[in-house]
């Protein structure tokens, strides 16, 4: 986690050959796959690629059709174990995940999944976040960014779901697409996939048509889009950088509702790349979310009955650990202000750690010297290290609570695994409502 990807040559060269044409998709083009190589690397080998954890990688790469069917195995492997023992534990969006990766294409043995025994079972963790809505204020048992994931699994794999229910789920206006009433670009996009994938089963005659649910669906779609797009930054970013990869996706397959002039995708794929080159893509998570976008795919090119294509030497995959050119962590030490915030009281520690140290070292650190004002509990999610509990106080979906992580005032937007902290840093775990 502490090693990060420097590649200021790469993302040089990308930079100055990519043809700079107009178009609606721009993807990276061909010649320079190469470049992509150790994000690639990063996927496969890295610690978190994972039991479940491994289906966005899968998926990410199957779209691109990166891997070889022995590299491909493996991840299907992992996938198949940790849906058959962990199937009533996983999150309507993990199962999902799981869903889209093993279903993304048809394998060289031709032999596909059991849809039909997955897909019914995503039909129930469906059905249990309305359900939770239901009884808890209108708060999923998750959130709407795997209720849209949801929605998008259900409609390419001819799941039960009710058009006008799902329509009346993701309407634009929902408190659920916000987070401390700021608009979460990662889930407007996921929503925008869901919807156009409804809408093009209803046109392609899939569904029967009510046109009332076409014109909610367009209304909801335009909207989305307009949001998506307020967020867009000065260098093109859409939210964030880890936002940007998905919201590229939804903007792909949406181009009837804005204009030409209101996004200019090579600016974003440029910013992406400069990222990409200053090591912005160390996690595989968040690799694996931007990558199909850099390849011109969306999650709607999913398609069960589509043989996968497998990689024809674009692609050099090492099974090495990525080259980190990160030096190792000094020995030098440094010195940063460390609070937990709950309410209005504040339990503030000053503690040393490596240079070099993540946000969750400075924890382990503090938890040490005090283990009753800094104890702590973590979860393993696909983007990491997840702070359930501190001081014993657990975060929880159904009143909308969590940990906020914070440096300097500022909320962080990477999490406690990931956030290289500096000296003098003031961090702040904080008991918040989102
Ligand atoms: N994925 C999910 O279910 C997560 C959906 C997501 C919208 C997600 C971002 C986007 C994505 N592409 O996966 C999301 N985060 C959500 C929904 C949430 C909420 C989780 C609770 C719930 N209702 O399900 C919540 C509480 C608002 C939240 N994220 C909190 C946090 C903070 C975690 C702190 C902790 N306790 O450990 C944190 C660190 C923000 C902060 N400053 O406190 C955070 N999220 C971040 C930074 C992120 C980004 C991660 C980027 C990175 N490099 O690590 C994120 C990509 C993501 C994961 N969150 Co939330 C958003 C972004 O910055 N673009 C599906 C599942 C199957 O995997």
Not at 21 to 46: D, F, G, H, R
Not at 80 to 97: D, F, H, I, M, Y
Not at 221 to 243: D, F, H, R, W
Not at 401 to 429: I, K, P, R
């Amino acid at each position: 986690m502490r090693q990060s990807h420097q590649l200021p040559l790469v993302g040089l060269l990308l930079f100055s050959l990519i043809p700079r044409q107009q178009c609606e998709i721009c993807e990276v083009s061909k010649e320079y796959y190469t470049a992509l190589n150790p994000l690639i690397s990063t996927m496969i080998n890295s610690k978190y690629t994972k039991g479940i954890h491994a289906a966005n990688v899968l998926l990410s790469l199957r779209l691109g059709g990166i891997l070889n069917p022995n590299q491909e195995q493996q991840l299907i492997q992992q996938i198949n174990t940790a849906v058959e023992n962990k199937k009533p534990s996983l999150t309507s969006g993990q199962l999902t995940l799981a869903i889209l990766a093993l279903g993304a294409c048809k394998g060289p043995d031709g032999i596909s999944i059991n849809y039909s025994e997955l897909v019914g079972d995503l039909e129930n963790k469906f059905q249990a976040e309305i359900k939770n809505m239901e009884d808890h204020d209108g708060n999923p048992l998750t959130n709407y960014y795997q209720l849209s994931l949801d929605i998008l699994a259900l409609c390419l794999f001819s799941g039960n779901y009710s058009i006008t229910e799902v329509t009346k789920i993701l309407d634009p206006e929902s408190k659920n697409y916000y987070f401390h009433e700021q608009f979460s670009v990662d889930t407007g996009a996921m929503a925008v996939l869901a919807l156009t994938c409804v809408k093009r089963s209803i046109t392609s005659g899939q569904n029967k048509i009510d046109t009332t649910d076409l014109e909610n669906i367009d209304n909801h779609v335009e909207s989305l889009i307009a949001k998506i797009l307020s967020q867009k930054t000065e260098n093109g970013l859409l939210g964030n950088i880890y936002s940007t990869g998905e919201a590229m996706q939804a903007l792909f397959v949406s181009s009837d509702y804005y204009n030409k002039s209101q996004w200019v995708c090579q600016k974003t794929r440029d910013t992406v790349l400069t990222e990409i080159s200053q090591g912005a893509f160390h996690m595989p998570t968040a690799t694996a979310q931007i990558l199909p976008a850099l390849m011109g795919k969306t999650y709607l090119d999913v398609n069960k009955d589509s043989s996968c294509v497998y990689d024809s030497g674009n692609f050099n995959i090492s099974t090495q650990d990525p080259i980190s050119v990160t030096p190792a962590v000094s020995a030098s030490q440094i010195k940063v202000n460390y609070s937990v915030v709950i309410n209005n009281a504040k339990d503030r520690i000053v503690v040393s750690v490596a240079d070099g140290s993540v946000f969750l070292d400075v924890m382990e650190q503090a938890q040490k010297e005090n283990a009753t004002l800094f104890s702590f509990t973590v979860e393993e999610s696909s983007w990491g290290p997840y702070i359930t509990t501190v001081q014993g106080i657990k975060a929880n979906n159904n009143d909308r609570t969590y940990w906020e992580l914070l440096s300097n005032g500022e909320h962080l937007s990477q999490g406690v695994g990931s956030y290289v902290v500096h000296a003098g840093d003031d961090l702040e775990v904080r008991w918040s409502t989102y």
